[in-house]
């Protein structure tokens, strides 16, 4: 493997049981994962040992369905607040990084600024946002309202919002609290710079009150894939997450985001391009394939219908014959691109209600490779050498076995191909992912090396 061999970024998408809507009831799940601290510090730690780049969170803020039958048999209801979870994994591990999920739609961007600003202070620069603005239209009665915000609407205040969160980030220069107990001067105040914001949807004055970030700013992660998702990502995301079920998705989708960063005077290596993969991995491709029938015998079929209703955006199919087709659907104010995703391929396919709710019972319409290591190494290994993708977010069916099964059969094949890290050779998420650490825009140093880099 020479030195120069580009290698890709690993993300462990933590999620309860596991990614696999039956995979609490896989013998070996840790069925009380949503609500068992030591699970969650076992699988941080085994992530590190694995030199993942980081463990990601997502969130709803709040039960996504209360459809109490499929409530009553699905281990989705219960799980800690991403950022609580993540402070708390920050101190019992040390270099891997730590990606939260947290909502533009109900929450204030202070408090967000400050949390994440703070985790990352805790962390020493590992902290990632993972920005959304709520896919489910449930999450709004939590929040002093009857409907979900607007698709359109919600991404104008996200990007407001980002703003905001980002002008706080950086009300501090580097070495501002000078802390001089001889002069008595404790901070430069040269150095601080008041946001004073005032726009449609917030106003906010700062400064933030933590110190400026270790890694200039906490990694802005997206993973909105609709028109205005995409433009958004293409704006002010550093990473950016995506479901994918072909290569050629993958690549189009790739391609989309090179031109729309072009448009705003961003190089494409400032953005980490990583969809989901769902591996279940065996020895043999019929011990995969095993692993996977074991699951899919699992799915009980009011939880696979109330799963498709969700992912498709809360669309009841209740009136129409499970195992009759797809019927149209009305255009959902919620993940836009996810049911284009989901229509897409029970048309390509033609596959039945029934049939597409087994097929996203694992992934929710992202990649699943059933394989051996060397399959699953082949998958990832032509995405992203292809330029479909720069890193992978992986999907294990069940925890904790389903990620074991991937650290020791698949991570050794691709070690083998120069593909991933051996060891870390930073400390921070930016250095994990390989992305420039910010300067402070208004700083004469980053100013100069702007105009170095511009020139
Ligand atoms: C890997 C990944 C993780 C996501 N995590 C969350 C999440 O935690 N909470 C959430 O509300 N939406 C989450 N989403 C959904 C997106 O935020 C977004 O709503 C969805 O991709 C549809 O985007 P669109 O409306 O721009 O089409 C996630 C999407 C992806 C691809």
């Known amino acids: 493997m020479s030195s120069s061999q580009r290698q890709f970024s690993l993300g462990a998408f933590l999620m309860q049981t596991g990614h696999h809507i039956a995979g609490w009831r896989h013998p070996d799940a840790q069925a009380d994962a949503g ?3 030591r699970h969650y510090v076992a699988l941080a730690r085994k992530a590190e040992a694995a030199k993942f780049d980081a463990v990601f969170l997502a969130d709803a803020v709040g039960v ?9 048999r699905t281990a989705r209801s219960d799980h800690f607040e991403p950022l ?83 002008g706080l980030w950086d009300s501090w220069e580097e070495d501002s609290f000078v802390r001089d107990k001889q002069s008595g001067i404790y901070l430069d105040t040269e150095k601080l710079h008041v946001l004073g914001h005032k726009g449609t949807h917030f106003q906010v004055h700062g400064p933030l009150n933590v ?65 989901g993969i769902f591996p279940v991995v065996g020895r043999t491709q019929s011990e995969a394939e095993e692993k996977f029938e074991q699951l899919q015998s699992l799915v009980d079929p009011v939880v696979g219908l109330a799963l498709l209703s969700t992912v498709l955006g809360d669309i009841d199919l209740s009136g129409h014959p499970v195992d009759g087709p797809v019927p149209e659907l009305p255009e959902t104010n919620g993940p836009k691109s996810r049911q284009q995703l989901l229509v897409d391929l029970a048309r390509r396919e033609g596959l039945t209600i029934r049939q597409l709710y087994l097929r996203i019972a694992g992934a929710r319409g992202h990649q699943q490779v059933v394989g051996t290591p060397q399959q699953i190494a082949d998958q990832l290994q032509q995405w992203f050498e292809e330029g479909a993708a720069d890193g992978f977010n992986i999907m294990a069916p069940w925890f904790p076995g389903g990620l074991d099964d991937f650290i020791e059969l698949v991570l050794p094949e691709l070690r083998r191909r120069g593909l991933f890290r051996n060891e870390y050779s930073g400390h921070t998420l930016r250095e994990h992912l390989g992305l420039r650490k910010p300067g402070h825009p208004k700083s004469a140093s980053t100013i100069k090396d702007e105009d170095r880099l511009a020139a």
């Open 35 to 37: 609500s068992n601290f």
């Open 64 to 72: 996504r369905s209360t459809h109490l039958p499929s409530l009553a």
């Open 211 to 275: 110190n400026r970030s270790p890694q200039g700013r906490p990694v802005v992660v997206q993973a909105g894939a609709s028109d205005a998702g995409k433009e958004l990502a293409a704006r002010t995301a550093e990473v950016i997450f995506v479901a994918h079920q072909t290569f050629e998705e993958a690549k189009a989708f790739a391609a989309d985001i090179g031109g729309r960063l072009a448009r705003h005077g961003r190089r494409r290596d400032e953005v980490k391009i990583m969809p």
């Open 84 to 166: 609580t979870l993540l402070a708390a994994l920050a101190a019992v591990t040390e270099r891997i990084g730590l990606i939260a999920t947290v909502s533009t739609s109900f929450n204030e961007p202070f408090n967000v600024a400050r949390k994440f600003a703070s985790l990352d202070q805790i962390s020493g620069g590992r902290s990632g946002w993972n920005l959304v603005t709520s896919s489910g239209g449930a999450e709004a009665l939590n929040f002093n309202r009857e409907s979900h915000f607007a698709h359109a609407l919600r991404y104008e205040r996200a990007a407001e919002f980002h703003d905001v969160v980002t």
